[in-house]
């Protein structure tokens, strides 16, 4: 794994052209330039680079900086932007009108890197598809018949999620792009990998002998993993309406979570031995029986959701899902893993909950009416990103046992700073780490479990939930029959 938190890593990097399709879309200028902004400010970039942004739109360079230099001025984490940097950041920026069936803008882009390699010393080349999915595929066979990707050709290009919207869509996605580039050369994002904290997951449990011997089957009673949202749909009805909570993020988001915190220790930081031993523990949850998935799953709509904009009034998409896996290794056998994701819920959190077992007698009553509590290791990725020890302690004064907390708090202990999640992903795919992407074959595991909860819920009822609640009652339930409950996120 590279570390980007060393400022001149990025200066021994190749210099190199990202060009950027999609480039008029909304993640182009929220996120992309403004993280690769960031990322030259931190002198995280090579000397010599150039960012190209490829859209249909008539657009001139100058134009396009100042759309540029608008998005980075309103969301780079480093805002204020002065002028100054602005301009002279700007130098590499730069726009190509091209529209992604136009075979002559591709003739054209070629040329233009040809040019850039040859005159600045650019050789490394580079492609971001900020698209939408329908067009993956054309824009590297385009991209393939002027020689710009290849198989044996050391370019690399990004794609963003959403990768199918089924196991079936996934695979002929995987088989059309392996026909125009190298896996190794592919990289999907997912920007919650990008989180400080989910980085630190491995230090923390790699690098903290402390914690081995624990984690597994025989300390660890359960393990809770929550994205909560506190804002509904909003404008995006139409597109969430033919996604729902289970692809938006169960299927991505909390399977990373899943596979980081449940993985064997890799053989070495190789991003390909994180990424095997990731793709294990998918591969090591069985695929759920029909009649098993309402037994182990609860979807749900917050009230209110088929009245949202462009949402269809008989609409089932789900607005939250919890479910109940387990993963049949020799470390977690018999440990259930419960996952949650919502909109319209209480408080915008992401947090992984490790709930460890009792000891094996109690000595101690926490209370008059209640025996120890539960060790519990909290591990926050938003809003604050930290970790923190939950153990058991004597009252003062008192012959009873209370709750206590060890804190760690990122912004205490290292400062404000903290790379955007975008910045520290778009570092490492110019540096060609390609360890907090995902894998064809980790995709296509996560694709088979959703499609199997689908299949499960074809015929089964919706349940429904109170906006600013933590979800429906059945998802309470769900934990309720193995004598859990919910972790309170507001408790620590």
């Known amino acids: 794994m590279s570390d980007s938190s060393t400022n ?64 980075t001025t309103k969301f780079s984490r480093l805002a204020p932007v002065s002028d100054s940097d602005w301009n002279e950041f700007s130098k590499h920026v730069s726009y190509h009108v091209g529209n992604f069936d136009d075979a002559a803008s591709f003739r054209g882009l070629a040329e233009r890197l040809g040019k850039l390699a040859k005159e600045r010393g650019l050789e490394q080349q580079l492609f971001y598809l900020a698209t939408a999915p329908e067009f993956f595929s054309p824009v590297m066979e385009e991209l393939k018949k002027v020689n710009l990707v290849g198989h044996g050709l050391p370019s690399r290009v990004v794609i963003e999620k959403p990768f199918g919207h089924d196991y079936q869509s996934a695979r002929t996605l995987v088989s059309d792009l392996q026909k125009c580039i190298d896996e190794e050369s592919l990289y999907r994002i997912d920007h919650y990998l990008g989180k400080e904290t989910v980085q630190n997951l491995l230090y923390f449990r790699f690098a903290n002998s402390i ?55 890799p053989g070495s930081l190789h991003s390909e031995a ?78 992984i909950v490790v709930v460890f077992k009792r000891p094996p007698m109690s000595l101690f009553k926490a209370s008059e009416r209640e025996y120890v509590h539960r060790n519990r290791l909290h591990i926050r990725l938003q809003p604050e990103e930290g970790i923190h020890l939950n153990f058991n302690a004597k009252v003062p004064g008192k012959s009873v046992m209370s709750a206590v907390d060890m804190d760690f708090r990122y912004k205490s202990k290292f400062g404000s700073y903290s790379p955007e999640a975008y910045e520290r992903l778009l570092h490492d795919f110019i540096m060609g780490d390609s360890t ?11 694709w088979r479990l959703t499609d199997a909860i689908y ?20 998802a309470d339930k769900l934990l309720a029959k193995d004598g859990n409950r919910w972790i309170d996120l507001g408790l620590r």
């Open 8 to 71: 001149q890593s990025g200066r021994n990097a190749k210099p190199f052209t990202v060009v950027i399709f999609g480039a008029s879309g909304d993640l182009t200028r929220r996120k992309l330039v403004p993280a690769l902004f960031g990322l030259w400010k931190e002198k995280s970039l090579p000397p010599d680079f150039e960012i190209i942004g490829f859209a249909r739109r008539e657009k001139t360079d100058e134009s396009f900086r100042e759309e540029m230099k608008e998005g």
């Open 211 to 265: 914690y081995e011997p624990i984690w597994q089957r025989s300390m660890i009673d359960h393990v809770q993993i929550t994205v909560a949202e506190k804002e509904g749909v909003g404008t995006r009805g139409g597109y969430y309406d033919g996604v729902g909570a289970m692809r938006d993020m169960v299927q991505n988001h909390l399977m990373q979570l899943l596979t980081i915190t449940a993985m064997e220790p």
């Open 274 to 351: 994180i990424r095997d031993e990731k793709v294990k523990v998918l591969r090591s949850i069985p695929t759920p029986k029909l009649e098993a998935v309402q037994h182990i799953s609860v979807r749900a709509q917050y009230e209110g959701y088929r009245k949202a904009d462009r949402v269809a009034p008989d609409s089932v998409t789900e607005t939250y899902v919890a479910l109940k896996l387990h993963i049949d290794n020799w470390r977690w056998a018999g440990v259930p893993f419960y996952l949650r994701t919502g909109k319209f819920l209480a408080t915008r959190a992401s947090e």
């Open 436 to 446: 907090l992407f995902t894998r064809a074959d980790e995709v296509l595991e996560a």
């Open 455 to 474: 299949a499960g819920w074809a015929n089964a009822p919706v349940a429904s939930y109170p906006e600013g609640s933590w979800g429906p009652v059945e």
